[in-house]
């Protein structure tokens, strides 16, 4: 029988990623966040995990890739500045392949902003925040519970595809209290990374995948397999190279593990489906407000469509491209000035009007002002 609780997002965040089987938690308290690390710090010690406070963001960061290494499904949670600060240890982490979950609660900024404030202004920051081209893998829920199912995803993505996953949440979200039903032991999959037989452990080459893979088993250290670990180009052995088709092959293998596997990774939902010429397209804290306004139309007589992206990174290209061939105006609401709605803009290329609702003052957009929208472009 289902469990009923009245949960916050981030308790349900730390519920969630427990169920996944995350038992290292390293990092730093940062608002709107704190709770995350809070209960991991009382949940996970009598379960055989590790919490870990670190000084800074960054050794957090750092902590979590070297947990992972050693075979622990791992965590770390924080805010827009912190989030920065983690940004190099996220690339290494996408060069090295090495499975970890970012909790990033944002708030308003830059830099400090508004400690309290809810923001979605790390949007693009999630995609491009560290340098050179790597994948990107970024969710995004709209309320306590998917912040629970949410985690669970990303930590099975992460396993899967052995790459960083980051959960975007927001201050909305985050701070929300909700009935969630908490899902059975064995409802919600759970998947664990691919690891080599123990027969390989003479051949053992940590980044060796066979033709048409592109997600290498990974052993951990402590188990007699030798590799070696660097953020620099490096062979299957895992060692530097500055061969330049060497280069090529794992960077397009790394990035081609995300791409190749989209329809897997992508969720997005449309919901009051019609042949409407107006869509909302909203994600996180600000679908809720959506949903309301949209709702609120339609009881007005207004022929509006109603579109979730629960996937941020990869973008939800195929699925907006066709919200543009059977709407005549998409509507995003964000708080921000405006991020994901220039990736909306790019991928309708013109065959539908892209209208932007930012708001960036520290207060969520509310149903009110996304009904004025609906009423004034629609």
């Known amino acids: 029988m289902a469990v009923h609780r009245l949960m916050q997002g981030n308790e349900a965040c730390v519920e969630g990623a427990i169920a996944a089987g995350m038992r290292f938690f390293a990092g730093y308290p940062i608002t709107p966040s704190t709770e995350i690390a809070e209960l991991c710090a009382q949940k996970l010690p009598p379960l055989g995990g590790r919490f870990i406070q670190m000084e ?3 050794a957090g960061m750092a902590a979590v890739i070297g947990g992972s290494l050693a075979g622990m499904k791992a965590m770390t949670a924080t805010s827009g500045p912190g989030f920065s600060l983690k940004q190099e240890n996220i690339g290494y982490a996408a060069m090295t392949e090495v499975p970890c979950v970012i909790v990033d609660v944002q708030r308003a900024g830059p830099s400090t902003g508004l400690p309290t404030s809810p923001s979605q202004g790390d949007i693009m920051q999630a995609r491009w925040g560290t340098h050179g081209d790597h994948p990107v893998i970024a969710l995004s829920p709209t309320s306590v519970r998917e912040a629970y199912t ?6 099975n993505l992460s396993e899967k595809y052995r790459t960083p996953v980051i959960l975007l949440t927001d201050e909305i979200i985050g701070h929300m209290r909700e009935k969630v039903d908490i899902p059975e032991p064995g409802e919600l999959e759970v ?8 027969e390989e452990v003479e051949t053992y080459r940590a980044y060796r995948t066979e033709e048409n893979e592109f997600v290498p088993p990974m052993a ?4 007699g397999f030798h590799f070696h670990v660097t953020g620099l180009v490096h062979d299957e052995y895992g060692f530097p190279s500055g061969d330049p088709d060497t280069a090529e092959k794992l960077l397009k293998r790394l990035m081609d593990k995300v ?14 489906p019609t042949e409407a010429k107006l869509s909302v397209l909203a994600y996180g804290g600000t679908y809720r407000s959506a949903r309301a306004a949209v709702r609120q ?6 022929d509006v469509s109603l579109c979730k ?13 066709a919200l543009a061939r059977k709407v005549e105006t998409i509507l995003v609401p964000e708080m921000n000035m405006g991020q994901y709605v220039l990736e909306v803009e790019r991928a309708a290329c013109g065959q539908a009007k892209v209208v932007s609702l930012g708001k960036y003052n520290g207060e969520p957009i509310t149903p009110q002002e996304i009904l004025a929208s609906i009423k004034e472009v629609g």
Do not use: C, M
């Not at 951990?220 to 188990?223: D, K, L, Q, R």
């Open 191 to 198: 998947y664990n990374r691919v690891k080599p037989a123990k």
């Open 150 to 155: 949410l985690t669970v995803r990303a930590f």
């Open 220 to 223: 951990s250290f402590g188990e």
């Open 309 to 321: 992206a629960q996937t941020i990174w990869p973008f939800p290209e195929l699925e907006v491209k």
């Open 259 to 272: 791409a190749v596997h989209r329809d897997e990774i992508v969720v997005f939902e449309e919901e009051f």
């Open 56 to 58: 800074d963001e960054i």
């Open 297 to 302: 139309s339609r009881q007005e007589g207004l």
